[in-house]
């Protein structure tokens, strides 16, 4: 019982991995010793490969892979692995508390943000049975898993999620999303049901919550008018192209610094968006059309079928356009009927 309290207090507690592994290994020749930590970047450099460390030492890539799988079975021997058992445990339990399945990136992230103490994890992870690694292109990322975990439970989850998705076509924030997934009649843990989409290739969460299919552009948009088009469509309102770059970068739907200029570039020769004035674009499906203010009024008139108050034109116009009154009336005045006190038509010839 005190030695199950002794392990949990360490399991808790802020450890270095890297001073257990040392302390572990240093019975080891010192070339395994360096060896090891190049290859999984335990040194605090970028981890390297076979070839790479094979050409310090001047041995072959499959001696230098010979060697590394010799230091795991020394650290799978009973006596070994009572040294590292607080780092074994640590790592079992970060997994356990995530419903026994993770992305490696997430684990690593989890247990410390030191590059040298996510190598040793990644090195520990080589040397046990109780928790494995797990991958499948396109479907699974890479991932780690306790020993026992039913992939197959985990792939139901997902198959319910992607028809529904596919169903819908359309994105969902968290809590709707399980909602949806339980209303038809998959009775699940909240927290476990978004531990495992965490892990899905085919679904995923956008930079602004909302989980869709990884393929579609709404959550993973390619190119400026894709992460343009999701931006507006969050926002919900026309933005000027400059805001647009800048929530893009906000956002970090880009890598690299979106420059205002080429967001407008994009825009103008794309019918999704229409210039609204002064720099603004809104999405042509909120109801706006491409033209100028006299284009415009000329649509709202027509649309009317009779004469309309200067009033209610200027607010109907100023509903697409951001433009000031004033121009609104100049381009009234001078290219339609006045009919009566106050009101317009259009001519016959605009």
């Given at each position: 019982m005190e030695k199950n309290k002794d392990l949990k207090n360490l399991i808790e507690a802020e450890f270095l991995f890297y001073g257990i592994l040392k302390k572990a290994v240093s019975d080891l020749p010192?070339?395994?010793?360096?060896?090891?930590?190049?290859?999984?970047?335990?040194?605090?450099?970028?981890?390297?490969t076979l070839e790479a460390i094979g050409g310090r030492y001047q041995i072959s890539r499959e001696r230098?892979?010979?060697?590394?799988r010799e230091i795991i079975n020394k650290i799978k021997h009973e006596e070994k692995r009572a040294l590292l058992e607080p780092a074994f445990a640590k790592i079992k339990f970060t997994v356990t508390q995530n419903n026994?399945?993770?992305?490696?990136?997430?684990?690593?992230?989890?247990?410390?943000?030191?590059?040298?103490e996510q190598g040793v994890v990644e090195f520990l992870l080589n040397c046990t049975?109780?928790?494995?690694?797990?991958?499948?292109?396109g479907i699974l990322k890479d991932s780690v898993v306790i020993a026992g975990f039913n992939l197959n439970y985990w792939k139901e989850i997902i198959e319910q999620v992607k028809l529904m998705l596919e169903e819908e076509k359309k994105v969902f924030k968290s809590d709707h999303l399980f909602e949806k997934v339980f209303d038809r009649g998959a009775k699940r843990d909240r927290k476990e049901f978004f531990c495992h989409l965490s892990v899905s290739e085919e679904i995923k969460k956008n930079n602004f919550g909302k989980w869709g299919l990884a393929h579609w552009s709404e959550i993973n948009p390619k190119g400026t008018r894709e992460k343009?088009?999701?931006?507006?469509?969050?926002?919900k309102k026309p933005l000027h192209y400059s805001k647009v770059a800048n929530l893009i970068e906000?956002?970090?739907?880009s890598e690299k610094s979106?420059?205002?200029q080429t967001v407008h570039n994009e825009l103008i020769k794309d019918d999704r968006f229409v210039l609204v004035g002064r720099g603004k674009y809104a999405l042509s499906e909120w109801g706006y059309k491409k033209g100028t203010v006299k284009d415009v009024l000329k649509d709202v008139l027509n649309e009317r079928g009779k004469p309309m108050e200067r009033?209610?034109?200027?607010s109907e116009v100023l509903s697409l356009r951001d433009v000031k009154a004033s121009t609104v009336v100049v381009n009234l005045n001078s290219f339609f009927k006045k009919v009566g006190e106050d009101k317009y038509t259009v001519k016959k010839l605009v």
């Open positions: 010192e070339r395994s010793q360096e060896i090891i930590k190049m290859r999984f970047g335990i040194s605090g450099e970028s981890p390297q230098v892979r010979q060697i590394i026994g399945i993770m992305s490696r990136k997430s684990l690593l992230n989890k247990l410390s943000e030191d590059s040298r049975d109780e928790v494995k690694s797990k991958k499948e292109k343009t088009f999701l931006v507006m469509k969050e926002i906000d956002y970090q739907l979106v420059h205002p009033e209610d034109i200027v």
